[in-house]
């Protein structure tokens, strides 16, 4: 069974920044495809970034700018950057790894809310 533990969210004022952390409890040499999503009240669940094991990186139209996803392979560890938070970016953030072999899980979610 895979854990993720998120850490780092919270609230925010629009125009600051935040950064997620997603430990997890296997390596990502068992991970294809890193990546993180979110989900607003009454809104279906979205990708925000994700990461291959390659390297190569994907984000939401909304967030290109303003987010990084990152890992450290050393600390079994994925970040994702946010920068210039703006009133809509508020959902619950959850981390997702995907393995051929591994499966796919999730994180429980953490709650990040940009407000004034």
């Known amino acids: 069974q895979v854990q993720l533990v998120e850490s780092g969210g919270g609230l925010v004022q629009p125009g600051g920044s935040l950064r997620l952390s997603c430990a997890t409890s296997?390596?990502?040499?068992?991970?294809?495809?890193t990546g993180w999503y979110r989900q607003a009240p009454g809104s279906q669940r979205e990708l925000v970034a994700s990461?291959?094991?390659?390297?190569?990186?994907n984000y939401a139209d909304s967030v290109k700018g303003r987010f990084a996803i990152s890992r450290d392979n050393a600390k079994n560890t994925v970040y994702l950057q946010m920068n210039n938070l703006k009133p809509e970016d508020t959902a619950v953030y959850f981390c997702?790894?995907?393995?051929?072999?591994?499966?796919?899980?999730w994180g429980q979610g953490i709650q990040v809310t940009v407000s004034s």
């Open positions: 296997v390596s990502f040499f068992s991970i294809d495809v």
């Open positions: 997702n790894v995907n393995g051929r072999r591994l499966g796919t899980y």
């Open positions: 990461m291959s094991s390659g390297g190569n990186t």
